[in-house]
């Protein structure tokens, strides 16, 4: 058996998968992410967060 090219690379990791979660403000929050990994993706990000919140 041999080993599976990564489909591409993030600097040094590799990422095996074609599908990828983008992030999104107000979506990608655990549960979410958790659930698009049960069906296949390959990588994820946290939510986006706005640029108001850290200015305070």
Do not use: K, N, W
């Not at 990608?28 to 958790?34: E, G, H, I, L």
């Amino acid at each position: 058996m041999s080993e599976q090219e990564p489909t591409f690379r993030v600097r040094d990791v590799p990422v095996y998968g074609d599908v990828i979660l983008s992030p999104m403000a107000g979506y990608s929050d655990v549960p979410y992410r958790a659930l698009c990994r049960t069906y296949g993706s390959a990588m994820h990000y946290t939510e986006f967060v706005p640029v108001e919140a850290l200015l305070g």
